[in-house]
């Protein structure tokens, strides 16, 4: 331990520590490749959720990035869940692991030194029936046959994967221009969902599903199935994001960031329309953003993140009207409102991140919040329920429950 401080203290490394962190990781990492590109029955990776009720069960999840300064334990025991036919809101500031837990769940981490370390990706798949060579089988009327399944994603190998990326789960990323291939007209792009996730999928069927999604997401198809995106408007390509995640018709749509890069009237149009769309597909919405107010316009829970890990998580109503951890607070305050006075400085909660390749044992949040107590200098603290779907990590309410 006084090893650790001392490094700490010096700001940096020296030579031998870095090759011993450099030999450190290359076991780790070799041991997780391997496991990644195993060969495995699916009894393997075939489990049950927890509760049947959701789509989506992310329990005690490990990512972490292996770097020549050390592990980054980017995603560092992350636990929540995403009920079926609801939108389950993800906030935090940025480094906090929201990213990095849609990418998991997409087993999109860039390898060799991202990894998933631990954990469980519980989600509940309408798979097809496959033969013995994992073909789909079809049925009497030619259509495939389906069934239900639930799968640990963070079990499965690598190269069956593809049984739920961009079919059963889809993402909606922050940035279409660097989404969408420049090369390829946006109908060639649309197409290709169709004629990849589902089996015996013709072109002139991929065509006609590419002009229906287009329709569903407002736009005219016939004026942008032959042109190329950088032809398109910032509004128009994240439309044509969206009718390609929907086109396999998912279960699990993840919209990280879906208007970063808008400006506010068409950041209003993509909410609106994902509003829509939410109750129009029969799936559920995991929505990434920083904007607190577009969490309380979309979201049905909400899950707020903090260097890594879950602080507090519940319904929409709870988290707005009645939260409890001093960051939730504090990000709540952070937010402009048309009643500050002119000239008054917006509130920022002071204090930085912890340095991720040296995370203290005790809570993150210590440093930075104004109500710590003797208790926040031990052990991190669990979760505490404080109603049925309310949840926080923190100190103040587990004193509370044992006095109460």
């Known amino acids: 331990m006084a090893e650790k401080k001392e490094k700490a203290k010096r700001g940096y490394l020296t030579g ?8 450190a990781n290359a076991r780790e990492i070799k041991r997780l490749e391997a496991y990644k590109h195993r060969k495995a029955p699916e009894s393997e990776f075939v489990t049950e959720m927890r509760d049947p009720d959701n789509i989506l069960e992310i329990e005690n999840l490990h990512t972490y990035f292996f770097t020549e300064q050390g592990v980054v334990k980017a995603v560092n025991g992350v636990s929540y869940n995403v009920p ?8 935090g500031e940025s480094g906090c692991g929201k990213s990095v837990t849609s990418m998991s769940v997409m087993r999109l981490i860039q390898g060799p030194t991202g990894q998933i370390v631990d954990g469980s990706i519980r989600f509940h798949a309408n798979d097809f029936v496959r033969d013995a060579k994992g073909k789909p089988v079809m049925g009497p009327d030619g259509e495939p046959q389906m069934e239900e399944k639930v799968y640990d994603i963070a079990k499965m190998p690598i190269r069956e994967i593809h049984r739920l990326r961009g079919k059963q789960i889809s993402m ?5 221009m ?3 291939n420049p090369v390829f007209t946006i109908g060639q792009q649309l197409d290709e969902v169709t004629l990849i996730h589902i089996p015996g ?24 199935y032959e042109a190329f995106p950088h032809e398109l408007s910032g509004g128009m390509r994240q439309r044509v994001m969206i009718a390609m995640a929907l086109a396999a018709q998912p279960r699990l749509i993840i919209a990280d960031e879906p208007t970063t890069a808008l400006d506010v009237t068409i950041q209003a149009q993509i909410l609106d329309l994902l509003q829509d769309i939410k109750n129009k597909i029969d799936g559920s919405i995991l929505l990434i953003t920083h904007d607190l107010g577009v969490i309380a316009e979309m979201a049905d829970y909400v899950v707020v993140m903090y260097a890594g890990k879950v602080i507090e998580q519940g319904t929409v109503m709870e988290i707005f009207q009645d939260p409890r951890h001093p960051y939730t607070i504090g990000l709540q305050k952070s937010k402009p409102t048309m009643t500050l006075d002119d000239g008054a400085e917006l509130y920022n909660i ?20 104004s109500r710590c107590t003797a208790a926040c200098s031990g052990d991190y603290p669990g979760m505490v329920q404080v109603s049925p779907t309310h949840f926080v990590a923190c100190h103040l309410y587990g004193e509370e429950a044992d006095h109460g």
Not at 172 to 176: A, C, K, T, V
Not at 350 to 369: A, I, L, S
């Open 84 to 91: 079926k036919h609801s939108v389950v809101g993800i906030v």
């Open 16 to 23: 031998r520590e870095i090759r011993e962190i450099a030999k």
């Open 172 to 176: 909606i990323f922050q940035e279409p």
């Open 178 to 180: 660097t989404s969408l």
């Open 350 to 369: 002071p204090g930085n991140v912890p340095n991720p390749t040296n995370m203290p044992n005790h809570c993150y949040f210590k440093e930075r919040c």
């Open 201 to 224: 999928a013709t072109k002139q069927m991929a065509k006609e599903k590419s002009y229906e999604m287009l329709k569903l997401v407002g736009i005219i198809p016939e004026n942008v």
